[in-house]
């Protein structure tokens, strides 16, 4: 079945230090990938997505770029701020309505 | 205001009570969905709805019952509550069933 791997945390960065992420996935076909953002205390937010091969999502600062030939969504980051605290999930959906998690990365940055 | 919510915030209850997790979305999306989120797990999939009528299960649907009357409520209904189903509870919708919105969430705890 589908699933998705991501780098194990916890991640504690000091401000304007890179951040990578690494994610890699298993499924077939040609799925649809996602960063989700999890601030304390609230709910996911989507961060990014990619939907085809070679697409790169951006946002916030954030970029990842879906490589099939990897299997890989890697999340990065080039200057991380203390307000970047939290917890990054990476996603994949086939189509079918219904996401597939990774166990989510908790990154902390120090100022 | 318009969104995604869930109540209650915070419940605690004792084991073979029944609980009821309240979801509720303004946006008319036509995918709703539950998911669970425990420690090393990521989120699981509960259940999922794609219109009003119209539930089916997900990764782990055992002990959960659901129902869509309406398209903008989504209850998720713990039978009989047992200690290995605290944990926190996040509802989500979604206009095409691609990129979903997460409400806040709830927190759970079985005694």
């Known amino acids: 079945g589908d699933s998705v791997t991501q780098m194990e945390g916890p991640v504690t960065l000091s401000e304007e230090a890179f951040l990578t992420i690494n994610c890699t996935y298993t499924?077939?076909?040609?799925?649809?990938l996602f960063w989700y953002v999890q601030y304390p205390g609230e709910g996911l937010q989507l961060l990014l997505k990619a939907t085809k091969a070679d697409d790169k999502g951006s946002n916030k600062g954030f970029e990842a770029t879906y490589r099939k030939e990897t299997t890989s969504f890697h999340l990065e980051k080039g200057s991380v701020q203390v307000s970047d605290s939290a917890v990054y999930f990476c996603?994949?959906?086939?189509?079918?309505?219904?996401?597939?998690f990774g166990a989510g990365t908790t990154v902390t940055v120090r100022a | 205001d318009a969104g995604i919510t869930q109540s209650p915030r915070y419940k605690i209850t004792e084991t073979g009570r029944q609980v009821t997790l309240m979801c509720h979305q303004t946006w008319s999306h036509s995918y709703m969905f539950w998911y669970r989120q425990d420690l090393g797990h990521g989120l699981r999939l509960i259940y999922y709805s794609a219109a009003a009528d119209i539930t089916d299960k997900g990764e782990v649907p055992d002990g959960y019952v659901v129902s869509r009357s309406k398209t903008e409520n989504f209850p998720l209904t713990l039978e009989s509550a047992t200690r290995s189903q605290t944990s926190v509870y996040f509802c989500?919708?979604?206009?095409?069933?691609?990129?979903?919105?997460f409400g806040p969430g709830t927190r759970l705890t079985v005694l």
């Open positions: 989500a919708s979604s206009p095409a069933g691609d990129t979903q919105y």
């Open positions: 996603a994949l959906s086939r189509g079918d309505y219904k996401l597939s």
């Open positions: 499924a077939t076909g040609y799925p649809s």
